[in-house]
């Protein structure tokens, strides 16, 4: 079974940055793609940001390129998203996600979620 756990989100400024990670559990990690996703309370999750399971190839949604920045460590079973430059409007739950598939689409697997809000 695997899990995700979430963890850096928190309260700051808008131009400012933060990085969250997500630690997984079970043996297949390395074989998995990882992704980030967010949701804001009325509205439904969307996409954030992707990469492989080789890191070779990540892709972002349209709002967060050149802002965030997703990597992974596989030997440490971690992927992290850097969110540099915040705004107001990237205050969401941010989830991770993980996937048998390349591009992702909707994840097998999901963490709890951290909560990120920028103040204006």
């Known amino acids: 079974q695997v899990q995700l756990v979430e963890s850096g989100g928190g309260l700051v400024q808008a131009g400012d940055s933060l990085r969250l990670s997500c630690a997984a559990s079970?043996?297949?990690?390395?074989?998995?793609?990882m992704g980030w996703f967010r949701q804001v309370p009325g509205k439904e999750r969307e996409f954030v940001a992707a990469?492989?399971?080789?890191?070779?190839?990540?892709y972002y949604a349209d709002s967060v390129k050149d802002r965030f920045t997703i990597s992974r460590d596989n030997a440490k079973k971690s992927v992290s998203l850097q969110l540099n430059r915040l705004k107001p409007e990237d205050t969401a739950v941010y989830y991770c996600?993980?996937?048998?598939?390349?591009?992702?689409?909707?994840?097998?697997?999901w963490g709890q979620g951290t909560q990120v809000t920028v103040s204006s």
């Open positions: 990469i492989s399971w080789t890191a070779l190839n990540t």
């Open positions: 079970g043996r297949s990690f390395s074989t998995r793609a």
């Open positions: 996600g993980q996937s048998l598939r390349w591009p992702m689409g909707e994840p097998d697997y």
